[in-house]
């Protein structure tokens, strides 16, 4: 605004040299300039607010929160609001109140303005394009960095299969007949033609393991040897069923009784843990924790059992004893016939566990939601991102503005000279390329320190490339040149014989 008001002010200013002749003070030129900016912001906050009437509620599901806003009963709203009012109206109207009331009247009525009147205002124009381009620049950095690592963490393969996995709750209201049931369970299941495996387990994937064992070590190691590993107990099928790859050893079996009892698997990130020098090492060696003795027959390759945001934390996974409760069943399903598949289980279970709610969900859709903040975050990012860029083309389209209406006659002479438009066109765009590469050299370090921050809480991230940064400055030229390109050309195109007349 201030920009514009500054653009404007070569316009008006024979009004401010009239006003000045006929008496007018400058106490009473700036009250009148800070009026006019008043009520531009008295009326800009009645728009906003019936804008956020309604955007609302695209706005709640772009956020994923209700927001019960009452404009016109919260008294903190209202003071914020007249705060907006009234620093708003200072911050903007001032500074072109000062400059426009300072002008003298002699020199204004006969047409001119002096040297540093002219590099006062521009000076402020160019500072402000600048700024508001630093802010563009980083912006757009920050929004394909943004995209980019979030769909680096799409792209990242999980260690797991989680497709085509309907999950059930494990049932609340249990007797003495729940190991006779729950075997029933998994065997009829496994029997329908739309189900390929099913697998108990304390935990799935999408979620932390929620068990945590101390004091965890190699027989015939010192106990300041141990370490802390997470623990979870399955069936021996659970494995394959997410078809998790192994660095040595085998899967779990159900047909080696031994298996159930004593067997376990470590992942590659638990076994370097306990200093075995490869996964193959492990093999065969016992560990021990929560006063039972394991062998382990096979070392896992790390898998994230939540998103790829978080590190691979060392883990046990062990048989689970039949006399355990389950908290979830995983069922591998066929690809085709899926609601007929989900009636089938139900049906089963309902037979089985009369009482408890038959809860399922996909698994695919419940690992995503883990990346429901990140894309919210990316949303919203975006979306200022380009209201940035749109301020931004403001403030140059007042600049713009500003200095084609002081050169209008510098441009008809060089019209009726002979230059096309195009060299209009070149001769203003120049000088705003370099305030868009000043912005450039601004906003590269702060955004690197910026997104390299943001990045920091991710465990998996990608680095940032230069050529982030060169793309964010090569789209700033772009839209400045699209914004200089607009004015300059129309300003060009005008009769010179309308520039060069004096009445």
């Known amino acids: 605004y201030v920009n514009l008001t500054t653009a404007s002010s070569e316009l008006r ?89 300072s002008y003298k009247p002699i020199k204004i009525l006969k047409g001119g303005f002096s040297g540093e009147e002219l590099r006062r ?13 630093a802010a563009a620049i980083a912006l757009i950095a920050g929004t394909l960095i943004v995209n980019r690592q979030l769909s680096h963490l799409q792209e990242t393969k999980l260690g797991l299969s989680i497709d085509q996995t309907l999950v059930v709750r494990g049932p609340r209201v249990t007797d003495s007949t729940f190991v006779q049931k729950s075997t029933v369970f998994k065997q009829k299941v496994e029997q329908l033609g739309t189900v390929t495996k099913l697998a108990a387990s304390t935990s799935i994937p999408g979620q932390s393991f929620g068990w945590t064992a101390g004091g965890v070590h190699r027989i015939g190691t010192l106990e300041e040897e141990s370490e802390n590993f997470h623990v979870m107990a399955a069936d021996a099928d659970y ?55 394991f062998t382990i027959i096979g070392v896992l390759k ?51 566990f009369p009482g408890n709610p038959f809860e399922y969900f996909f698994l695919d859709d419940h690992f995503n939601k883990q990346y429901e903040s990140e894309q919210r975050f990316r949303k919203v990012f975006t979306l200022f991102s380009g209201l940035a860029i749109f301020v931004s083309c403001m403030g140059l389209f007042a600049l713009v503005t500003f200095i084609t209406e002081r050169k209008r006659k510098e441009i008809g002479v060089r019209r009726v000279l002979g230059a096309s438009i195009g060299n209009i066109v070149s001769l203003l765009f120049t000088n705003f390329l ?24 991710f465990a998996n991230r990608i680095d940032m490339p230069w050529w982030f940064f060169a793309i964010s400055g090569i789209l700033a030229i772009a839209v400045a040149f699209i914004t200089v390109g607009f004015q300059s050309v129309r300003a060009a195109m005008t009769n010179p014989v309308e520039s060069l007349r004096t009445e």
Request: include cysteine; aromatic fraction near 10%; proline fraction near 3%.
């Open 13 to 101: 200013a024979k009004e401010v040299g009239v006003r000045k002749v006929i008496g007018g003070t400058r106490r009473s030129l700036i009250n009148q300039f800070l009026t006019e900016a008043g009520l531009l912001s008295f009326f800009a906050i009645v728009v906003s607010f019936g804008l956020v009437w309604v955007l609302q509620p695209f706005f709640e599901q772009l956020i994923g929160k209700d927001l019960p806003i009452t404009m016109f009963s919260d008294g903190r709203l209202l003071l914020i609001t007249l705060a907006v009012l009234i620093v708003g109206t200072l911050l903007s109207g001032l500074y072109p109140a000062f400059l426009l009331s």
């Open 121 to 133: 205002s521009n000076w402020l124009s160019k500072s402000l394009v600048s700024l508001q381009f």
């Open 239 to 293: 494995t394959e069923l997410y078809q998790m790859g192994l660095a040595a050893g085998r899967h779990m079996t159900t047909t080696m009784g031994s298996d159930g009892k004593t067997a376990c698997l470590l992942n590659e990130t638990g076994a370097q843990l306990l200093k075995f020098n490869s996964p193959q090492e492990a093999i065969g060696k016992n560990i021990e924790f929560w006063g039972e003795e």
């Open 302 to 352: 790390d898998f994230y059992q939540e998103s790829p945001k978080s590190v691979v934390e060392p883990l046990v996974l062990r048989a689970r004893p039949a006399e355990w409760g389950v908290d979830f069943y995983s069922i591998k399903l066929n690809a085709q016939q899926l609601s007929r598949s989900i009636n089938e289980v139900e049906s089963t279970w309902n037979s089985l």
């Open 434 to 457: 370099i305030l868009v590469l000043v912005a450039l050299v601004v906003a590269t370090p702060l955004a690197w320190y910026a997104m390299q921050h943001w990045l920091e809480g």
